[in-house]
């Protein structure tokens, strides 16, 4: 079995709108695929419905919190979509990140570049919008070359000149959240210090208090050094490792199936959430 437990679609910032990232799974020669858009579950639907034959899809979203300053994401597999409390917060962050882009568009052209917010929102679609929108709309004028380029501290990267912080969660209350809608809640590349969000052991280990289930281990962003910090972490804490590609379609490199998560580990995700169950085409909610 080949499980990829980490993805985005059109629905936040990736670029395979929903219908296609299922055909993309399976042609990647997935058995299972998650769909992780950041904050919301607006791609779930249409997912489902263009399920190729012998895919499972795994509902979920990748939360938005922060801790000391530092952006964490929280990967929430098989909530219930309707829980009231998380729903709201889900709402919450991405109105937020609406307000945040505006304000960002606001400061590029106090810096010279003719962004605008008309255009981010058009590139975004309806999505959850992100930063990678805004960076898309700096290409399209010829600011930057890519989307790594705008992630500086020239633009939008982290305490950049025209960056704004967004509404986010503390983690450890998200992690209640998606646990009391029923689903189960696995930590997000970790020590993925590329993007300067690496996180101390002690955060993780207030999170497994919490109730957290899993670790992202096997993670493009992680090296080889981290994999093996975290595989022993995970032992200690009690907690099962997934590994996942974090597919965004065109703007990052990443491969769906560039990293699988053990099928073991799988069961004991589905074991555990009681909001939802794995989607199969053709009979509607098998285990
Ligand atoms: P936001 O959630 O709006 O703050 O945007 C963060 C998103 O931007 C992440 O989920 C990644 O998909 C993307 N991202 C972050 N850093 C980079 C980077 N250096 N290069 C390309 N994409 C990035
Ligand atoms: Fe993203
Ligand atoms: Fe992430
Ligand atoms: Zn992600």
Redesign the pocket.
Known sequence: MRIDLHAHSTAS?GTDPPEELVRHAADAGLDVVALTD?DTVGGHTRAAAALPDELTLVPGAEI?CRHDGRSVHLLAYLFDPDEPAFATERDRIRSD?VRRAREMVDRLRELGVPVTWERVAELADGGTV???HVARAMIELGVVDD??GA?TERWIGHAGRAYVGKYSLDPVHAVELVRGAGGVAVLAHPKASS?GASHADELIEALAGAGLAGVEIDHPDHTDDARAQLRSLARELDLVGTGSSDY?GES?HNRLGQETTGPEVYEALVAAATGAAPVRSGRSRVR
Do not use: T, V
Request: aromatic residues 8%.
């Open positions: 910032d950041h938005s990140r992100g930063r990678p989307i790594p992630f993007r965004h990052k």
